[in-house]
């Protein structure tokens, strides 16, 4: 089966940046669609961004302008550029790999972002 291992997650200001990146053990962006999404504490899980086999990308309200989904087929790699961060982005961020075919999701183990002064 597939894993997805998330990193960059750490503590930030208002109004900074960080990157995060999910690694895939193997090549999947042709048969799966890729996506981040998050959780704070006490509420449900949404979806924040996600970009498609063939490329096109979507994002939630809340960050649209603000953060970028894209990806590296050579390296397996999905990354969440995050700008002008606020602390209500502040929850665990975690990949997600949507099949194409008929399947079940693949999730990473999550990296904590917060966002505080």
């Known amino acids: 089966q597939v894993q997805l291992v998330e990193s960059g997650g750490g503590l930030v200001q208002p109004g900074g940046s960080l990157r995060l990146s999910c690694v895939a053990s193997?090549?999947?962006?042709?048969?799966?669609?890729m996506a981040w999404y998050r959780q704070a504490p006490g509420k449900q899980r949404e979806l924040v961004a996600i970009i498609t086999s063939g490329g096109s990308t979507n994002y939630a309200d809340s960050v649209k302008g603000r953060f970028t989904i894209s990806r590296d087929n050579a390296k397996n790699t999905v990354n969440l550029q995050m700008n002008s961060l606020k602390p209500e982005d502040t929850a665990v961020y975690y990949c997600?790999?949507?099949?194409?075919?008929?399947?079940?999701?693949?999730w990473g183990q999550g990296t904590q972002v917060t966002v505080s002064s």
């Open positions: 997600n790999a949507k099949p194409l075919a008929p399947g079940r999701d693949i």
């Open positions: 193997r090549s999947i962006f042709s048969i799966y669609h």
